[in-house]
Structure formats: C-alpha cells, structure tokens
T-cell receptor, first 114, second 118 residues
Framework: NAGVTQTPKFRILKIGQSMTLQCTQDMNHNYMYWYRQDPGMGLKLIYYSVGAGITDKGEVPNGYNVSRSTTEDFPLRLELAAPSQTSVYFC?????????????FGNGTRLTVT | AQSVSQHNHHVILSEAASLELGCNYSYGGTVNLFWYVQYPGQHLQLLLKYFSGDPLVKGIKGFEAEFIKSKFSFNLRKPSVQWSDTAEYFCAVTCCHSGGTSYGKLTFGQGTILTVHP
C-alpha cells in the first residue's frame, strides 16, 4: 500500500515550458486535491476532485489544469510555466469529505521555473 | 473569506522545554480544526483534529490542542519537546461555504517552524 505517490520529486522548467505533475493513489479514495506550498504562506488549494470525471477550482487555479479520468490518478498540468509557479506541490487524497476522513499527502514535487 | 493565522514563524527551544504554538481562525460558523506536521523531507501528516465535544484534543506523540471558541483559537501544546519534534507545524480549518459541504478542502495557516536543540 504505497498511499499517495507523486512524480517527479524535482523539476526545473524554463519560462513558457509545459509539464504534468503526476499523482496517483492506491487507497480507492474518491477525493483528491492539489495544493501548492510557498514559504511563509502555508498551503493553498489549486484544484480538487470529488470523483472520476469531476473536478473543480480551488483558491489559486490560474495557470493550471487538471483531469480525473480514473479514481487513482489526478495529474496537474502547467501549460505555460511562469516564475510565480515556482513552489512545492502536494497532492492529497481522502476517503470522503467527512471530517473524520483525514487527508493523505504525497511527498511533494519541488518545481523551479527560471 | 476564511483565514488561519499562526503567530510564530519560527520557534526555537531546547529539549524538555514546553511548547505552545498559536493558531487563530476567522470563520463564524461551525469549524473543524486540524494540526498537521511536516518533518524535514517528508510529507504532511495529521497530528490531531477537533470536530466536536471535548475542546481539549489529544493527538499523537504527546501533542494536544485546545479549542477556545470565544477566542477563535486552537493552540497546539506539548509539555516537553524532543529533538525529534523539529518540524514545521500547520494549523488548518475546513473551508466551508454556506449551503454546501467542504469537500475536505482545508484552509492552512502560514506554518510554524519548530527547531529543538538537543
């Protein structure tokens, strides 16, 4: 049982490049989330999904896209990378939206855009 | 909009010292509160959570937190810290919208880095 797996762990992009951050979970969780973590700013929700085929914007969705074709996978797409997207990205999942269902986080992807 | 404020950015303690990390939130409705911990190089892990009932919540590794509704606070405490408690600590509240569910969305505070010297 691997939990939430994110790839890659590190990536350097040039301005204008695109990339996809991968996230997969093997816990059969319906709910999945993408957060970004900036120093001194805590975590901000980018996008979330409540099940396959259903996604919605979080607090800071601009510059990102997501898809959820399967229960297991929730990739985050950056189409035109900008320096403001330099951050650490965390994917998370939960069994339900019940408050008794905590978030399980991946190990993060550290992205630098130069 | 909901917000969570953690007053201390960086706390430095010696082993065996007592710890209290402040957390205040701004939300007028029913809240659910969490403390997450991120050890160096690791992902966030749930430390403890409050939903209802006893406002004093006990979590893992000897941590506890007290929910004080009148002060909109949920401070984290530990009587005697250890070197292994060195980590970043995040307070979070569910992001609830009127008429809907939170879908587990959390609003996080800025984080407090705790450094414990042996």
């Amino acid at each position: 049982n691997a939990g939430v797996t994110q790839t890659p762990k590190f990536r350097i992009l040039k301005i204008g490049q695109s990339m996809t951050l991968q996230c997969t979970q093997d816990m059969n969780h319906n709910y999945m989330y993408w957060y970004r973590q900036d120093p001194g700013m805590g975590l901000k929700l980018i996008y979330y999904s409540v099940g396959a085929g259903i996604t919605d914007k979080g607090e800071v969705p601009n510059g990102y896209n997501v898809s959820r074709s399967t229960t297991e996978d929730f990739p985050l797409r950056l189409e035109l990378a900008a320096p403001s997207q330099t951050s650490v990205y965390f994917c998370a999942s939960s069994y339900s939206y019940s408050y008794n269902s905590p978030l399980h986080f991946g190990n993060g992807t550290r992205l630098t855009v130069t | 909009a909901q917000s969570v404020s953690q007053h201390n950015h960086h706390v430095i303690l010696s082993e065996a010292a007592s710890l209290e990390l402040g957390c205040n939130y701004s939300y007028g409705g029913t809240v659910n509160l969490f403390w997450y911990v991120q050890y160096p190089g690791q992902h966030l892990q749930l430390l403890l959570k409050y939903f209802s009932g006893d406002p004093l919540v006990k979590g893992i590794k000897g941590f506890e937190a007290e929910f004080i509704k009148s002060k909109f606070s949920f401070n984290l405490r530990k009587p005697s810290v250890q070197w292994s408690d060195t980590a970043e600590y995040f307070c979070a509240v569910t992001c609830c919208h009127s008429g809907g569910t939170s879908y587990g969305k959390l609003t996080f505070g800025q984080g407090t880095i705790l450094t414990v010297h042996p």
